[in-house]
């Protein structure tokens, strides 16, 4: 029987604990340098998704603004055509510009300006005028926006 006596061999022990050693370390700085890498990677979409939702708002807002600006104008202007002294109530009900006034106004000016825009129904006691204001703040908004 042959009997084989195995002695520890300081050399191979070492080895392979200084390749173990630079083995960890090379992975410990794989993964700082990676770690700093995906840090500032991840960081600016962040921001660029807030600055873009900024954005965004802002110009919602200001087409909110000149929609409004341009409600506003035809309604001063429809007062100014009819006369303020003949009109008893004005109101803005969804996309309709509905004006009530005087049964004996003349209704020409409003007729030249708005055209087929302007629905009439003339009772005894008042007129009825409805104005649309999608079309005109399609139109006039596209015209400002050039």
Same mark, same amino acid.
């Given at each position: 029987?042959?009997?084989?006596?195995?002695? &520890?061999?300081?050399? $191979?022990?070492?080895? $392979? %604990?200084?390749?173990?050693?630079?083995? +960890?370390?090379?992975?410990?700085?794989?993964?700082?340098?990676?770690?700093?890498?995906? $840090?500032?990677?991840?960081?600016?979409?962040?921001?660029? #998704?807030?600055?873009?939702?900024?954005?965004?708002?802002?110009?919602? @807002?200001?087409?909110?603004? %000149?929609?409004? &600006?341009?409600? *506003?104008?035809? %309604? #001063?202007?429809? &007062?100014?055509? +009819?006369?303020?002294?003949?009109?008893?109530?004005?109101?803005?009900?969804?996309?309709?510009?509905?004006?009530?006034?005087?049964?004996?106004?003349? +209704?020409?000016?409003?007729?030249?300006? *708005?055209?087929?825009?302007?629905?009439?129904?003339? &009772?005894?006691?008042? #007129?009825?005028?409805? #104005?649309?204001?999608?079309?005109?703040?399609?139109?006039?908004?596209?015209?400002? @926006?050039?």
């Amino acid at each position: 029987m042959i009997v084989v006596v195995k002695r &520890t061999d300081y050399k $191979k022990l070492i080895i $392979k %604990a200084i390749s173990l050693a630079g083995l +960890l370390a090379l992975f410990a700085i794989y993964y700082f340098y990676m770690g700093d890498f995906y $840090k500032d990677f991840g960081s600016p979409p962040k921001e660029e #998704v807030q600055n873009q939702n900024q954005e965004l708002l802002n110009k919602q @807002e200001q087409k909110a603004r %000149a929609i409004e &600006t341009i409600i *506003y104008d035809e %309604a #001063v202007v429809a &007062t100014s055509l +009819l006369g303020e002294q003949n009109i008893k109530d004005i109101k803005i009900h969804n996309d309709r510009l509905l004006i009530i006034a005087n049964p004996k106004i003349d +209704l020409e000016p409003i007729m030249i300006r *708005y055209g087929v825009l302007a629905l009439v129904q003339n &009772t005894k006691n008042d #007129v009825k005028i409805a #104005v649309d204001l999608a079309s005109i703040v399609q139109s006039r908004y596209i015209e400002d @926006e050039k």
